[in-house]
């Protein structure tokens, strides 16, 4: 999200090898009481917020200024319908063990799909926001000893702002600042969770980074706010959210997601959410890639009722490339209005952008993307592929590419295609004995085939049973 | 190896199933195709179909099918007395009644042994319902690289996506394995030698011989001979203008391969009109 979608961005910085120390790992936090701040925001609510988390004095004042920030900004005009009282949200309830809602409260639509889908007991009550911590200590104790081992920071961010104040302070809401878009400057007031992770230079993290790795109960709150400061030469891939449907009664998220890829770093980061049909999901998601460092964005759209995200690749320096790789599934009631930004602000760097949408039972999907070449990215290429499928006539799917090209010498290829389930596909399927139903889900699976093959195996088996799940009673 | 199906009228003479079309009409967009097309096909006999172009074959295997486009007028198909057109494609197939099509669809991203495993499953398990077990992996897997093999088939071929990117070879070829998996009571195949260069034709002409064995019925309908060397029609049908117009021996394929329609056209002047009724009409739509 940007207050337009093509924004200048000339911080460069770098790390500090000496801030890049190994510290004592350590993923417990301590239990804190039942919080609750009333309803809508204010100086008194996010000065209570940052009170309550014991923030050193220059978080509180990028808190305060952030909520001046966002006061200050007009709803964006473009993109989705926002229909939303920011006084009628709790923008903060601190999650316990103790507060959390019962079991027998949430809907069984949401329990079915969670034994549908496989998820063990724990997880399912985790993602359910019945229990608020999920016991990971067992299961993956091992893990974060190898990566503490290595030096390797992966921790909630309340956490780092209180135990990595250097690395918080020099990187913090560089990539994303407040001013950013509207969206960006709530986050940045009234931020809570998230993950924070720091891979020293030359370490190469060989399995996916999970936020489940971590016991901590705010790693998917409502406006959580993920730091990855990837050194020179290391590589990790961090894998987000989780494919069963996130529960919750608020109906506002708005995260911010900020990365640094150093000189010959790699990261990919993988999201996929599905949210509940209540849900505004307005999300920031920017990349910094420095000397030929590659950044790989990974994101998996389902459900929710409005969802903005374009996540973006600023490549800053020679060589760096940015792929994007985004798939967006709306059904009955849901707006996705996803897509990606690459933007080239030195020469010979590369970027690639693939999209795919699927729009169903009256369901709207847009793509919305921007490739931008700054004067003087000689010799950089982008390419964008956009594909959208419509299940049925009520459905409907928009491209809106944003191009701007400030340097003659480079090349940009854009492609778009629409189709729609044909008779003919259908037919052939079906002559071979599979249901209407089986046909559908098939077109549909081979139609992201090329992204969901870029995911790890679980979550692409899992996103493939989203989509059969989602594709239930679409026909007939 | 594949050896000739000597017994084969043999062994059929005790089976009674039969594909039974009366008196089809079938009209697409509102216009007339098939203006009575009738025709028995038994288990374990091989029926070629002929005719000029546009005197609707294809129609006729398309309606069979269920396709939706096809629009069923009057008359009916019925597989040992159930009537087909009740049912939708995917029960006619389960069912097990099979087309070879003349132009497959490509499926991007679907992959030919996930799609297989899938139509297998379905055709031989008729009541299974959506997200039911499917054959075991493992099993499934042994048998489709074994009838790859047989029809020298690249095991590559598994891992590709449906139809996409194949050469019209390959889709020929991906037809016939489909109905070596499927192993339908009847099948309809669609010119699954057009596009072939004379030695694939003859491959496909022996893979068939070879799945079919003594128990299915083939409905073949081609221009070339080839296809017919291992499937020796027991019965041809002549088609034009919309109707068939003769049923004869297997000498009737070969006076067509060797003369063309010319005679039947005079024999039959009503059709032949018909014929040129439906092409003008086709013209004018090219027009229009």
């Known amino acids: 999200m940007e207050d337009d979608m093509a924004t200048d961005i000339t911080a460069k910085d770098t790390f500090d090898p000496a801030i890049a120390e190994v510290n004592k790992y350590d993923f417990r936090t301590e239990t804190q009481g039942v919080f609750k701040a009333r309803k809508g925001l204010d100086r008194e609510i996010v000065g209570q917020i940052s009170e309550m988390k014991g923030e050193p004095a220059w978080m509180r004042e990028f808190r305060l200024e952030s909520l001046e920030i966002f006061e200050s900004k007009p709803m964006p005009k473009w993109g989705g319908e926002i229909n939303l009282n920011f006084q009628d949200v709790y923008y903060y309830l601190k999650p316990t063990d103790e507060q959390g809602r019962s079991w027998d409260d949430v809907p069984a639509e949401i329990k079915e799909t969670f034994d549908r889908l496989g ?96 016991i901590n109960a705010e790693s998917m709150g409502q406006f959580e706010r993920t730091l990855i400061l990837v050194d020179e030469g290391a590589q990790v891939h961090y894998v987000e959210g989780c494919t069963a449907p996130m529960y919750t009664t608020e109906s506002l998220h708005s995260a911010v997601v900020e990365v640094k890829v150093m000189k010959g770093a790699r990261c990919r980061y993988t999201t996929i959410q599905n949210w509940a049909n209540n849900i505004y999901n307005l999300v920031t998601k920017r990349a910094l890639a420095y000397q030929d460092a590659v950044m790989e964005w990974v994101d998996g759209n389902l459900g929710s009722q409005l969802t903005m995200k374009y996540p973006a690749v600023y490549m800053m320096e020679p060589g760096a490339r940015g792929e994007i790789l985004s798939i967006a599934f709306a059904s009955k009631g849901q707006h996705q209005d996803a897509g990606a930004k690459l933007v080239h602000c030195a020469p010979h760097t590369t970027g690639q952008i693939i999209s795919k949408s699927i729009s169903k039972n009256g369901g709207r999907s847009s793509y919305r993307g921007l490739v931008k070449v700054e004067e003087g990215a000689k010799q950089s290429k982008s390419n964008v592929v956009c594909d959208a499928l419509i299940l049925d006539q009520e459905s409907r799917s928009d491209t809106y590419p944003y191009i701007e090209i400030d340097e003659q010498d480079v090349t940009i290829g854009h492609e778009a295609s629409v189709s729609r389930i044909g008779e003919e596909q259908l037919f052939y399927l079906m002559s071979r004995g599979l249901s209407e139903a089986e046909a559908s889900t098939m077109i549909v699976n081979g139609f992201i085939e090329p992204l969901v093959k870029e995911l790890p195996m679980e979550y692409a088996v899992e996103m493939n049973r989203l989509i059969e799940l989602q594709m239930e009673g679409s026909v007939g | 190896m594949i050896a000739p199906n000597t017994n084969r009228t043999n062994e059929s003479m005790s089976n009674t199933e039969t594909l039974k079309i009366t008196d089809l009409h079938v009209a697409v967009e509102g216009k007339p195709i098939l203006c009575g097309a009738s025709l028995t096909l038994r288990r374990g006999e091989t029926h070629a179909l002929m005719g000029p172009n546009g005197s609707g074959k294809s129609t006729l295997g398309l309606a069979v099918m269920g396709h939706p486009a096809y629009e069923v007028t009057s008359g009916s198909v019925e597989l040992d007395g159930v009537d087909l057109l009740e049912l939708d494609p995917d029960e006619r197939a389960r069912a097990g009644v099979f087309m070879a099509f003349q132009r497959p669809m490509a499926i991007p991203g679907v992959k030919m042994a996930d799609f297989l495993r899938h139509a297998t499953t379905n055709v031989r398990q008729p009541d299974r319902k959506e997200g039911e077990e499917l054959i075991p992996m493992r099993e499934f897997r042994k048998e489709l690289r074994g009838k790859m093999e047989q029809l020298k088939i690249d095991p590559e071929f598994a891992r590709r996506y449906v139809n996409d990117g194949f050469s019209g070879g390959e889709m020929k070829r991906a037809e016939i394995l489909q109905l070596a998996m499927l192993q339908p009571k009847f099948a309809i195949l669609d010119e699954t030698d057009s596009g072939l260069d004379a030695d694939a034709v003859k491959l496909a002409s022996a893979s068939i011989a070879e799945i079919r064995g003594g128990e299915m019925g083939i409905l073949i309908i081609t221009h070339h001979e080839r296809l017919l060397e291992h499937n020796r029609p027991d019965v041809t049908h002549v088609m034009l203008g919309g109707r068939i117009v003769e049923t004869g021996g297997p000498e009737l394929a070969e006076e067509l391969h060797r003369d063309g329609f010319d005679r039947v056209r005079a024999d039959h002047p009503k059709a032949a009109a018909q014929e040129a009724e439906l092409e003008k009409l086709q013209k004018e739509e090219a027009v229009g």
């Open chain 1, 119 to 214: 998820i063990p007991e724990a997880e399912k009550k985790y993602l359910a926001g019945v229990k608020a911590q999920f016991e990971s200590e067992v299961v993956y104790g091992s893990l974060q000893e190898d990566l503490a081992k290595q030096g390797v920071l992966f921790t909630d961010t309340d956490t780092a702002v209180r135990e990595y104040p250097d690395l918080m302070r020099e990187h913090f809401a560089t990539v994303i600042p407040p001013h950013d878009n509207k969206f960006a400057a709530l986050n940045s007031a009234v931020w809570s969770g998230g993950s924070f992770i720091y891979v020293p230079p030359g370490v190469s993290i060989d399995f996916p980074l999970q936020a489940y790795f971590r």
